[in-house]
């Protein structure tokens, strides 16, 4: 089977004349086969004519375009059709005949470029070919001669089936690609959204801190060094970000997504918000797309909660059940306060998508006392 697979591929790589050529050579062979001689394509009614030597010219032809016949498919059709016209006229009635009608099969399919003059002068060409017919004694019946000519309009027709069919696949495989792509930047988005906001808004907060505290030397230092450890784990972040972006880039191995929502709670707390972390049950092993969820979830409360409540109470509860992690983000707030100051909505639009995608539920909104709270359930997937 292998071995097959491999002779196709090979086959499939070669030019298209290449690939043509057999079939031009069988059906030319085939048409100087002495038992198969008068058995071809007869049109007109005129006596056959035993093979000589302008034969031999009139199957060459026939059958030779047929090696451009996707190509050049209007060059491939004309020269194959002034043949079969001499091989009729000659009565040779050849085997290659035959090449006439996937001529037409091939140029409905392939021909790019005036299809439709193409089509109205073979039409022409046909009316003047039984004329000369007739001229020549043609016994044929006017029945025979519509039907005939009806017959190549069909093998027009299968071709152009074929190029239409073709197109909608390409079409639907354009349309797929540029979803995947679109998907794939909504994607790297997201996740520069979750990992970049998050630690500039709490080094922004923390360097805003430090400017009032000047005249205290120590605090000054912890603040900086809480800027500090920001940033490098804004770098590490961004880092296994990359890792997952690009798994083939450098021997290191890919880092897990991030979930030790304690850390990022002293984080938030280092930037100067309150935050209390209520957490209920042991999260399970082999919960990584959960985990991860519930951790972004909870990452960008805390973010909006430091950029639009900052110094305000903020309570961060998870609670791990058989089939699902429930999570909740309540942040104080006052009239004074706004809780809302019209972000872009990225990473909540972003988290609502996060958790539909594990057939979750995500819901954020102001509180009757101007606060604000994030609630989001998401599925663990363990049916027990």
């Not at 920001?230 to 690009?246: E, H, S, V």
């Not at 059940?321 to 999570?327: F, L």
């Given at each position: 089977?292998?071995?097959?697979?491999?002779?196709?591929?090979?086959?499939?790589?070669?030019?298209?004349?290449?690939r043509d050529a057999p079939l031009a050579v069988l059906l030319a062979g085939a048409s100087l086969v002495p038992?198969?001689?008068?058995?071809?394509?007869?049109?007109?009614?005129?006596?056959n004519r035993p093979l000589d030597a302008p034969a031999f010219a009139v199957i060459v032809l026939e059958c030779v375009p047929l090696v451009v016949r996707r190509r050049r498919p209007g060059v491939c059709v004309w020269l194959v059709a002034v043949g079969f016209a001499l091989d009729q006229f000659l009565g040779y009635h050849t085997v290659a005949g035959t090449a006439l009608l996937l001529a037409l099969v091939s140029a409905g399919a392939h021909l790019d470029r005036r299809r439709r003059l193409t089509a109205v002068l073979l039409s022409v060409g046909y009316l003047l070919f039984v004329l000369v017919l007739v001229r020549l004694g043609s016994t044929e019946r006017p029945d025979d001669l519509i039907f005939f000519y009806l017959a190549l309009a069909l093998g027009w027709a299968v071709g152009a089936w074929l190029r239409h069919t073709r197109s909608i696949e390409a079409e639907r495989r354009h349309r797929i690609a540029v979803d995947t792509r679109t998907a794939e930047r909504t994607r790297i988005a997201r996740e520069l959204h979750d990992v970049v906001t998050h630690h500039v808004t709490a080094m922004v907060v923390q360097a805003e801190s430090a400017r009032?505290?000047?005249a205290d030397p120590e605090r000054l230092d912890q603040a900086l060094t809480a800027v500090t450890g920001?940033?490098?784990?804004?770098?590490?972040?961004?880092?296994?970000?990359?890792?997952?972006?690009?798994?083939?880039?450098?021997?290191?191995?890919?880092?897990?997504?991030?979930?030790d929502l304690s850390a990022l709670v002293r984080q938030a707390r280092d930037a100067g918000q309150p935050v209390e972390l209520i957490e209920q049950g042991t999260a399970p092993d082999g919960l990584d797309s959960a985990e991860s969820t519930a951790y972004r979830v909870v990452q960008e409360a805390l973010t909006n909660a430091m950029k639009y409540a900052h110094g305000r109470a903020t309570v961060v509860r998870?609670?791990?059940?058989?089939?699902?992690?429930?999570?909740?983000?309540i942040t104080e707030g006052s009239a004074a306060v706004p809780t809302s100051p019209g972000g872009s909505g990225r990473g909540l639009r972003g988290l609502d998508e996060r958790v539909q995608i594990l057939g979750g539920d995500f819901t954020a909104g102001s509180q009757p006392n101007g606060g604000f709270v994030v609630r989001a359930s998401i599925p663990t997937g363990d049916p027990t």
């Open positions: 089977m292998n071995d097959l697979r491999r002779i196709h591929d090979r086959w499939r790589r070669l030019d298209v004349t290449l038992a198969f001689a008068g058995y071809g394509t007869q049109i007109g009614g005129l006596p009032y505290l000047t920001t940033g490098r784990r804004a770098i590490t972040d961004l880092r296994q970000l990359l890792d997952l972006l690009d798994p083939g880039h450098g021997s290191a191995p890919v880092a897990p997504q991030p979930t998870i609670s791990h059940h058989t089939r699902e992690i429930s999570v909740e983000v």
